[in-house]
């Protein structure tokens, strides 16, 4: 996570740069931004989608910048007999598409050939199974050859061959710091999902750990990489006025919401082995809630920051089955049903929405409820973070009753608008005293200019300077599936799982779970 730190005011709408902390980023050019230090990136899964989508945009986009090492080298492992040059080109198409798209503004709305031959020239295919060990001589071979000897090996895969992967590349001697230079860097980055439980969870950082020690290993929840959930530091930390208020005493409740607009999008096979609690709630979630209500840590160093984050998820009180509501979509006037997309059982109950009331055991948060929900097919897409706070005491204007003003919401807008956004009350204009409410907005865009990014850059950027402050340890991702356990194994049998029509808010039961503490959720879709 950048240490650079941008000031801006509505009187001086430039951005200036200065440096707080002094992290991994904190040396370097005139933003603190340097090159990353030579490796060797080995991705497994070099046919993915992850790999097409989300990883070769982000790394040309840090090419772009002048963020990658001329050492650098990328090493694509996938099963299928494939020419290197046919693997880079089909890369290159997509590159057209994903990256092209976001870089308008910045890069000219074009591929710059230039830097894509730069990285492309890097880059070589390695046909292999993953839990092939010739495929883990092979690449211990190319590795002793560069001159710097540092490898970061990326588990783009299935899950399932997190562990045969992991324990060939310990077993072939490549997570071994230091052992062929000293000095030189090994480290292992895992996608989510990282288990499917508790027990899971355990069982997989276990068997890790007997291969790389935790500091080499690098799991990645991809909504730390969004500059918009970062920024929930920054916004509490550096600025006086919200600490004072971020506390029970002020605040009535906290609303985090993911809505998306589409549905399983053909991820019908992993979605019926998953649903939406466990695709969204103990880890993206959780990161939100995390962001939103740890402690302020001493410094924005990354041990620092994961141990506030490790004490937040430490007081998360276990979530009961009866704070939870799962639904599922059925055909409405966005779409067919769930039940009726590819891959998906015909009497499936697998949830594609989930709501859950969640609390925090500590002083600051004791009795404040944190609502969170997910869903997809819903009305709007919409990633957010909404603070309320509690109303006035009294109200001096007489003749208007306290409830009868609407509470002041601070929201963090994190997609697909990216920015806060403050509703309070004025007077209305005219000769009586009558209160009216309004809303104040900050866009990004307004001030800052809009970078060339997919959402991975800054994670592989502090991948390859050895800044774990995005990722998660060990003791974190345990503790977020020990708080959901319960409704994962339920005493009383599955939880129930609520129709709602496709392009809708979610079923009536979520409602009912916030109205029966007198609250209603934020409208999905509500004016800019
Ligand atoms: C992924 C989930 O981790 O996050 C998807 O598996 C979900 O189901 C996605 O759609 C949401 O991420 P974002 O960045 O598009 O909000």
Same mark, same amino acid.
């Given at each position: 996570?950048?240490?650079?730190?941008? /000031?801006?005011?509505?009187?001086?709408? #430039?951005?200036?740069?200065?440096?707080?902390?002094?992290?991994?980023?904190?040396?370097?050019?005139?933003?603190?931004?340097?090159?990353? &230090?030579?490796?060797?990136?080995?991705?497994?899964?070099?046919?993915?989608?992850?790999?097409?989508?989300?990883?070769?945009?982000?790394?040309?986009?840090?090419?772009?910048?002048?963020?990658?090492?001329?050492?650098?080298?990328?090493?694509?492992?996938?099963?299928?007999?494939?020419?290197?040059?046919?693997?880079?080109?089909?890369?290159?198409?997509?590159?057209?598409?994903?990256?092209?798209?976001?870089?308008?503004?910045?890069?000219?709305?074009?591929?710059?050939?230039? $830097?894509?031959?730069?990285?492309?020239?890097?880059?070589?295919?390695?046909?292999?199974?993953?839990?092939?060990?010739?495929?883990?001589?092979?690449?211990?071979?190319?590795?002793?050859?560069?001159? /710097?000897?540092?490898?970061?090996?990326?588990?783009?895969?299935?899950?399932?061959?997190?562990?045969?992967?992991?324990?060939?590349?310990?077993?072939?001697?490549?997570?071994?710091?230091?052992?062929?230079?000293?000095?030189?860097? =090994?480290?292992?980055?895992?996608?989510?999902?990282?288990?499917?439980?508790?027990?899971?969870?355990?069982?997989?950082?276990?068997?890790?750990?007997?291969?790389?020690?935790?500091?080499?290993?690098? =799991?990645?929840? /991809?909504?730390?990489?969004?500059?918009?959930?970062?920024?929930?530091?920054?916004?509490?930390?550096?600025?006086?006025?919200?600490?004072?208020?971020?506390?029970?005493?002020? *605040?009535?409740?906290?609303?985090?919401?993911?809505?998306?607009?589409?549905?399983?999008?053909?991820?019908?096979?992993?979605?019926?082995?998953?649903?939406?609690?466990?695709?969204?709630?103990?880890? /993206?979630?959780? #990161?939100?809630?995390?962001?939103?209500?740890?402690?302020?840590?001493?410094?924005?160093?990354?041990?620092?920051?994961?141990?506030?984050?490790?004490?937040?998820?430490? $007081?998360?009180?276990?979530?009961?089955?009866?704070?939870?509501?799962?639904?599922?979509?059925?055909?409405?006037?966005?779409?067919?049903?769930?039940?009726?997309? &590819?891959?998906?059982?015909?009497?499936?109950?697998?949830?594609?929405?989930?709501?859950?009331?969640?609390?925090?055991?500590?002083?600051?948060?004791?009795?404040?409820?944190?609502?969170?929900?997910?869903?997809?097919?819903?009305?709007?897409?919409?990633?957010?973070?909404?603070? #309320?706070?509690?109303?006035?005491?009294?109200?001096?204007?007489?003749?208007? &009753?306290?409830?009868?003003?609407? &509470?002041? *919401?601070?929201?963090?807008?994190?997609?697909?608008?990216?920015?806060?956004?403050?509703?309070?009350?004025?007077?209305?204009?005219?000769?009586?005293?009558?209160?009216?409410?309004?809303?104040?907005?900050?866009?990004?865009?307004?001030?800052?200019?809009?970078?060339?990014?997919?959402?991975?850059?800054?994670?592989?950027?502090?991948?390859?300077?050895?800044?774990?402050?995005?990722?998660?340890?060990?003791?974190?991702?345990?503790?977020?599936?020990?708080?959901?356990?319960?409704?994962?194994?339920?005493?009383?049998?599955?939880?129930?799982?609520?129709?709602?029509?496709?392009?809708?808010?979610?079923?009536?039961?979520?409602?009912?779970?916030?109205?029966?503490?007198? =609250?209603?959720? =934020?409208?999905?879709?509500?004016?800019?």
């Amino acid at each position: 996570m950048s240490n650079d730190a941008k /000031h801006t005011g509505a009187s001086s709408p #430039q951005p200036a740069s200065c440096k707080i902390g002094a992290g991994p980023h904190a040396a370097g050019g005139p933003a603190g931004k340097r090159p990353a &230090p030579p490796c060797t990136l080995v991705i497994f899964g070099a046919g993915g989608d992850l790999t097409r989508r989300l990883l070769t945009p982000s790394l040309y986009n840090l090419s772009v910048d002048g963020l990658l090492d001329d050492g650098m080298r990328i090493i694509g492992v996938n099963h299928g007999e494939r020419e290197t040059k046919a693997w880079i080109d089909d890369l290159g198409q997509s590159l057209k598409q994903f990256a092209a798209d976001k870089a308008s503004e910045s890069h000219g709305g074009r591929v710059d050939e230039k $830097a894509w031959k730069w990285l492309s020239s890097r880059m070589t295919y390695m046909a292999g199974e993953f839990e092939a060990d010739d495929v883990f001589d092979r690449l211990k071979e190319r590795i002793d050859q560069s001159s /710097h000897g540092n490898a970061i090996f990326y588990l783009a895969v299935g899950a399932r061959f997190f562990k045969p992967i992991v324990e060939r590349l310990g077993r072939h001697g490549l997570l071994k710091e230091d052992a062929q230079r000293k000095g030189c860097f =090994r480290r292992l980055v895992i996608e989510k999902p990282f288990g499917t439980d508790l027990a899971s969870a355990r069982d997989l950082n276990a068997h890790i750990l007997r291969f790389a020690a935790e500091s080499q290993v690098y =799991r990645i929840d /991809h909504f730390l990489g969004k500059d918009t959930v970062q920024s929930v530091l920054a916004v509490r930390f550096a600025n006086a006025m919200f600490e004072p208020v971020w506390r029970r005493e002020y *605040i009535d409740n906290v609303q985090i919401t993911a809505s998306e607009t589409l549905g399983v999008e053909g991820r019908g096979k992993f979605y019926e082995q998953t649903g939406a609690f466990r695709d969204m709630v103990p880890n /993206h979630l959780f #990161q939100l809630l995390a962001m939103v209500a740890l402690e302020p840590p001493n410094s924005f160093d990354a041990e620092a920051v994961r141990n506030k984050k490790a004490e937040l998820f430490d $007081a998360i009180e276990p979530l009961k089955p009866s704070d939870v509501v799962f639904g599922q979509y059925e055909t409405g006037d966005a779409g067919v049903g769930y039940r009726d997309e &590819p891959d998906v059982a015909q009497d499936s109950t697998t949830e594609t929405y989930a709501a859950a009331r969640v609390f925090i055991d500590n002083w600051r948060w004791a009795g404040v409820p944190f609502y969170l929900r997910t869903g997809k097919r819903m009305a709007a897409r919409r990633t957010e973070i909404a603070v #309320q706070l509690k109303r006035v005491p009294f109200l001096l204007f007489r003749g208007t &009753p306290v409830e009868a003003l609407t &509470p002041n *919401i601070f929201t963090l807008r994190i997609d697909p608008a990216h920015g806060t956004r403050f509703d309070f009350n004025v007077k209305v204009p005219g000769p009586a005293m009558q209160i009216g409410a309004v809303r104040s907005a900050f866009n990004y865009n307004d001030f800052f200019a809009e970078r060339a990014n997919v959402g991975y850059e800054t994670l592989l950027y502090d991948c390859m300077l050895g800044d774990v402050t995005l990722f998660q340890r060990a003791d974190s991702i345990e503790s977020g599936w020990c708080a959901v356990d319960r409704v994962l194994h339920p005493e009383g049998g599955a939880l129930p799982v609520y129709g709602y029509p496709a392009g809708g808010n979610g079923p009536v039961q979520a409602d009912e779970l916030l109205a029966r503490d007198g =609250r209603a959720w =934020r409208p999905l879709q509500d004016a800019e």
